[in-house]
């Protein structure tokens, strides 16, 4: 205990030391934005209304004092703590990858986590380079384009990052061409052959078994209701699915050809050819070469100057992650901006003991809000918002407490994979949108809907009575269809609250209604050409959102700023036991869709349909979306 104690006031005479030596040294002026010490220019993307930052990074090389000061912090650090000199980070990108920051109770891959890790490696002089294994990804497009956009940014530092694939296509080949090096063992599954996207259809099944789905949609590009009524594709779906699908398909081969140095008939002639062998990959120089990860290891320790019987110095994830930044040099400033982040559907209220919620939960969200806003200590806010939306109610409720926010605060809304219906309700509150080129976005549109089940309760003898006092008591009795005037009423309620989001859009936007109603309609956007209809400000990722926040809260864009995340993963033990015993039996999966796709819609819905964008592997490359 006293040896420990000792050890204790050593490290805190030592960091006194440092800091009262390092107050008196010039020491290089980095934004400390995005988790990382990078400066942002102040440069203008052609094409925006207003002038906004780019935030676009510069990596700093480190001085020679700086260098000093993270060796020693290294060496006094606790021994789990450490990074041996020489260390190579290991990185598995595999699965979902969520934007929400993870417990170390959490499954999968966090954003944050990940883009945190690859700028502390930047400017870690013990980290020598990044070895990322990657295998099937399940995140959409939003996610992707930031982590290809952290690989880049990483390659800045001069450090090597090699990539390493055993599954993958054309997602995965996205990220993978923006390593240095880009490696595959001789029996690795990959496919190349292009973009499918597609639709499901309810509407024969419910005939079959009797339920009769009662929707009204308003807008007519609104296609969430058709899952539930028809049988094959609007034309309307038809034209919505085909922009968008095009819109990835040339940003793929736009962004591999400007990676590879290939011309973009090149790439589409590659598509098209059908190529199954990897050696014909090599020989084509799509990737670097061909190695088991042994190889690959061993090509590693003789770039390093390690002796081959010795192990090459890996660096786990998951402890790397446990690595502060103030150890690396890493540090913010007096400014705070919070961060507050929004994932999954949209509902009012959270879920019991036995069944805890999850997506965004209103009332937690708003106390968020309202913390932020009582609060002197935070200069702006970043809400980043990855959502199909939801409950209609719900979003409006946080859609004016973001407003009431943004009258005080500087408010900047990053959209990650999805921000539309809800969600796009939700950013439209802010002083500023910012979307990946990808992002779906807008789905301004709501529907409802009511399952008449009669024929099904008669073809199994069910049978329900209900005794009621009002015209409109038994509106959303689930054994017989509306009566007229009822479904008049049902549409009434549906269209007043469409007319609401529709108008608080256009004067969020600054356009008279005309003109919204000409965008909205329930038409989806990808990110680019939502900007060019002026429902989105900025095209960029998280380090733009932060350039923006500072140029709305007058931070010289070369101070440095700390990022305050307020939304964080509380330890709950309901959470965990329900997550693994609803894993274990395998129903979790199988209860969110029942609940999704036929809970009975009593309040208005705005939300987005199911838009489904795969590979040529056949698996999405999006989430499922769903509602406003």
């Not at 988790?35 to 993307?45: A, E, M, R």
């Not at 294994?133 to 001069?158: A, M, Q, V």
């Not at 408010?411 to 809800?422: E, I, N, Q, Y």
């Amino acid at each position: 205990m006293a040896s420990l104690s000792k050890y204790l006031n050593f490290i805190i005479i030592v960091e006194i030391i440092i800091s009262k030596f390092h107050s008196h040294t010039k020491t290089d002026d980095v934004s400390d934005e995005n988790q990382g010490d990078f400066k942002s220019k102040l440069t203008l993307n052609e094409g925006d209304d207003d002038a906004y930052p780019s935030g676009e990074f510069e990596y700093n090389t480190p001085g020679a004092w700086k260098s000093f000061v993270v060796n020693l912090r290294m060496l006094i650090a606790y021994p789990w703590l450490r990074v041996r000199k020489g260390s190579v980070l290991n990185i598995k990108l595999r699965g979902k990858i969520s934007d929400q920051v993870k417990s170390r109770f959490s499954s999968g891959l966090s954003l944050p986590q990940l883009c945190e890790n690859l700028i502390k490696a930047a400017y870690d002089p013990h980290i020598s380079g990044v070895y990322l294994h990657i295998e099937t990804l399940t995140c959409g497009w939003g996610i992707i384009e930031e982590i290809r956009r952290h690989i880049l940014d990483f390659r800045k530092s001069g450090k090597f990052i090699i990539g390493y694939a055993l599954v993958w296509h054309e997602k995965e080949y996205y990220i993978g061409c923006a390593c240095e090096e880009l490696y595959a063992p001789p029996s690795a599954y990959f496919s190349l052959y292009g973009f499918a996207s597609g639709a499901s259809f309810y509407g024969g099944v419910f005939e079959k078994v009797g339920v009769e789905p009662q929707v009204q949609r308003i807008g007519k590009y609104k296609s969430y209701g058709d899952r539930y009524t028809r049988k094959n594709m609007s034309e309307e779906n038809r034209e919505v699915l085909t922009t968008i699908l095009d819109n990835i398909y040339e940003n793929w081969v736009d962004k591999i050809s400007q990676a590879k140095g290939k011309r973009k008939e090149e790439i589409e002639g590659f598509i098209n050819e059908g190529v199954y062998q990897i050696e014909k990959l090599k020989e084509d120089g799509w990737i670097t070469d061909i190695k088991y990860d042994d190889e690959v290891r061993s090509m590693l320790k003789t770039r390093l100057g390690i002796a081959e019987k010795k192990k090459l110095p890996l660096i786990d994830f998951k402890k790397y992650s446990r690595i502060r930044k103030w150890s690396v040099g890493l540090s913010g400033g007096k400014d705070r901006i919070a961060v507050i982040r929004a994932s999954g559907g949209i509902s009012r209220v959270g879920g019991s003991f036995f069944s805890p919620s999850s997506g965004i939960i209103a009332e937690q969200f708003i106390k968020k809000i309202i913390k932020v806003r009582d609060s002197k200590r935070y200069k702006a806010v970043i809400i980043r918002i990855d959502s199909p939306g939801g409950d209609a109610l719900a979003s409006d409720l946080m859609w004016r407490e973001i407003k009431l926010l943004a009258e005080s605060k500087p408010v900047v809304a990053s959209m990650v994979d999805v921000a539309a219906s809800g969600g796009y309700y939700m950013a439209m509150a802010a002083h500023a949108i910012v979307s990946e080129n990808l992002t779906l976005t807008g789905s301004i549109g709501v529907v409802s809907v009511k399952y008449n089940r009669g024929k099904l309760y008669e073809k199994i003898g069910f049978n329900k009575e209900i005794i009621s006092k009002g015209r409109y008591a038994e509106m959303y009795a689930a054994d017989r269809s509306f009566r007229p005037d009822e479904e008049k009423l049902f549409a009434e309620d549906a269209q007043n609250f469409y007319e609401q989001f529709r108008d608080k859009a256009a004067c969020a936007r600054s356009m008279s209604v005309d003109k919204m109603e000409e965008i909205a309609q329930g038409r989806v956007w990808t990110g680019n050409d939502a900007a060019s209809r002026g429902l989105v400000d900025a095209i960029g990722g998280f380090s733009r959102a932060v350039a923006i926040a500072k140029h709305k809260a007058n931070i010289p864009h070369n101070k440095k700023v700390t990022l305050v995340e307020l939304s964080k993963p509380s330890f709950s033990v309901n959470k965990i036991l329900f997550s693994m015993v609803s894993s274990a039996i395998g129903i979790e999966t199988t209860l969110k869709h029942l609940q999704d796709d036929f809970a009975v819609c009593n309040g208005v819905q705005s939300r987005m349909d199911g838009i489904m964008v795969h590979g040529s592997e056949g698996s999405s490359f999006a989430d499922y979306l769903t509602s406003l």
